[in-house]
């Protein structure tokens, strides 16, 4: 395994960042770390790249434990923090060249790791990173994260900020890497990039809810969930709310997602109820269960 965690927990003062967390990550997998802010995630991604010690369990990172070989650690993973933390003041190449002199190797000799991603930044090889666009910078990190040619590679909340066409060519850039042989741990608060990993561990308030492929955390969904419409959009909410069958309803776009109490639960009760409270163009149609719908569900 590329990496392990048994038990990890860490705690500032009183708030409980990460509760017993414990999962596996296989060699050459492209694995998710889904959760909103505040769930762990950066925490747990600090403790595996050896920035911040665990208050008790176990953890591996590419065979090495995260405390006795840290140092081992270091020389075997790429970390692509939330935060832009590249030096703002040097230029693009700069930057580049700095971290691999830290690692003791050249541009030259790991080049065609970074290629695909370096000649879209390559134009500007002498702006100053400060300068560049989200994107730009997202590609010059994650150049500075491989350019050692890292085993693990981490890449915390890559696409936060960044606009949807430079989220796409990243995922795509990470499928790629991937294929190279290199195993990435990648977080996200956002829910429709977790189809896009083999493997996902959905995470909230410092502990795991379920770790299994997407496919399959959403093929056990527990009951049927329709999606609701109608006119008077926030009436509907309230209306759902208090229907006496009503197990959980929440926005999803144009639509509510619905799921009832009972377990013969009939769509035109519903739309009768509806009626009765004076909505219009009503739709009741069932749907397929989301990561987000999931998480929703296990979070209750």
């Known amino acids: ?98 971290f691999a002199t830290i690692f003791g190797t050249t541009i030259a000799e790991n080049y065609d790791l970074i290629k695909e991603i370096y000649i879209q930044i390559e134009p500007f090889k002498e702006r100053r990173a400060g300068k560049l666009s989200g994107g730009m910078k997202q590609k010059l990190a994650l150049c500075c994260a491989l350019i050692h040619k890292p085993q693990v590679l981490f890449l915390d909340e890559p696409t936060t900020g960044v606009d949807p066409v430079s989220r796409k060519e990243f995922w795509d850039m990470l499928k790629r890497l991937q294929q190279k042989g290199i195993t990435i741990l990648v977080s996200t608060p956002y829910m429709d990039e977790a189809s896009l990993c083999d493997r996902i561990a959905l995470i909230t308030n410092g502990k795991i809810l379920e770790v299994d492929t997407p496919k399959a955390i959403m093929a056990a969904y527990p009951t049927k969930i329709y999606k609701v419409s ?60 989301s990561i987000e719908d999931t998480f929703m569900e296990l979070s209750k």
């Open 1 to 98: 395994m590329s990496i392990s965690l048994d038990n990890i927990s860490k705690s500032y003062g009183k708030i409980k960042a990460l509760n017993a967390i414990s999962f596996e990550v296989a060699d050459g997998e492209l694995f998710g770390l889904i959760g909103p802010d505040g769930a762990g995630k950066t925490t747990l991604f600090r403790i595996l790249t050896t920035l911040l010690l665990p208050d008790q369990g176990q953890a591996t990172v590419a065979g090495y434990d995260v405390i006795k070989d840290y140092k081992n650690i270091r020389n075997q993973v790429g970390y692509m923090p939330g935060k832009f933390s590249l030096y703002q003041d040097l230029t693009v190449a700069e930057n580049l060249n700095f």
């Open 230 to 289: 109608a006119s008077q959009t926030y009436q509907l909410i309230q209306d759902l709310k208090t229907y006496p069958e009503t197990h959980s309803v929440y926005p999803f776009g144009q639509y509510m997602h619905f799921t009832s109490n009972k377990t013969n639960f009939k769509p035109q009760d519903l739309i009768r109820y509806l009626e009765e409270k004076k909505h219009t163009d009503i739709e009741v149609i069932e749907t397929v269960a």
